[in-house]
């Protein structure tokens, strides 16, 4: 069978993401509580007891808050850098799975690539999913896009990217001159634009799904979104945008 993903939820207040194919499923971060990723999951059709592991981008609370009970209640393997693993006291795991220098590994047929991408966290990641000829891309928490993250992410059949802020709602919202910089700034998040341009070159035609993705409830708007990415999104088979609430049901990646 061919990859399938779906999503819990995808914003400041709490990320995850199901990656399936065949009888395998993985959770890419939790950011949710116990119950409330019991709840979400089951609104998809799955339970935590139908995961094969759990895989972590980096330590941010919206990402990590939900990974160590969740594992421990489900008794989960975690896959994190070891810089994640060492960025927060998470508690006792049930078994740990080191990413190394960022070297591809597999989870039954899945195979992960994780990618190294500049954020403010310690040994931040995202992934790339292959499977029987379908590709998968998950792009989130970055602030810039570089070529290493072009070379992985630039040929993907589906891709989840994030387009965080519009910089103008950023610069004249409420958070503080700090939050600003951070957020907008080259270990931040990716703007409407740096999104649209990273799409503009590498050509999303190839794409079968896009999803935008982590839109802030702040400092952005769907309507700005949809302006900034309008030329991508028309070249691509499907676009959706995620929610925080209800994420975004499943989606099919076929077979190049």
Not at 30 to 59: Q, Y
Request: aromatic residues 6%; hydrophobic residues 40%.
């Amino acid at each position: 069978m061919s990859l399938r993903f779906a999503s819990l939820g995808s914003g400041s207040k709490g990320n995850g993401t199901l990656v399936a194919s065949g009888g395998h499923c993985l959770l890419v971060d939790c950011g949710f509580t116990i119950k409330e990723t019991e709840r979400r999951m089951a609104r998809l059709g799955v339970s935590p007891a139908d995961l094969s592991a759990i895989l972590v981008t980096h330590e941010h609370s919206d990402h990590l808050s939900g990974v160590a009970p969740l594992a421990r209640k489900y008794k989960l393997p975690v896959y994190l850098t070891p810089g994640t693993l060492r960025a927060r006291d998470i508690g006792v795991l049930p078994e740990v799975h080191l990413i190394e220098g960022h070297q591809p590994f597999a989870v039954a047929d899945i195979q992960v690539t994780p990618v190294a991408v500049p954020h403010d966290a310690r040994e931040a990641a995202q992934f790339v999913f292959r499977c029987r000829g379908s590709s998968l891309g998950l792009l989130t928490d970055l602030g810039t896009v570089t070529p290493h993250v072009e070379s992985h992410f630039g040929a993907c059949d589906a891709l989840v990217l994030e387009a965080n802020h519009d910089p103008r709602m950023l610069a004249q919202g409420p958070y503080p001159p700090s939050l600003k910089r951070r957020v907008g700034g080259a270990y931040g998040h990716l703007s409407n634009q740096q999104a649209a341009g990273f799409l503009e070159r590498v050509g999303a035609e190839q794409l079968q799904h896009l999803v935008v993705a982590h839109i802030s409830e702040k400092n952005n708007t769907l309507e700005l979104a949809r302006e900034a990415l309008a030329e991508a999104a028309d070249s691509v088979a499907n676009c959706l945008f995620a929610c925080q609430q209800r994420g975004f049901d499943w989606l099919q990646v076929e077979p190049d």
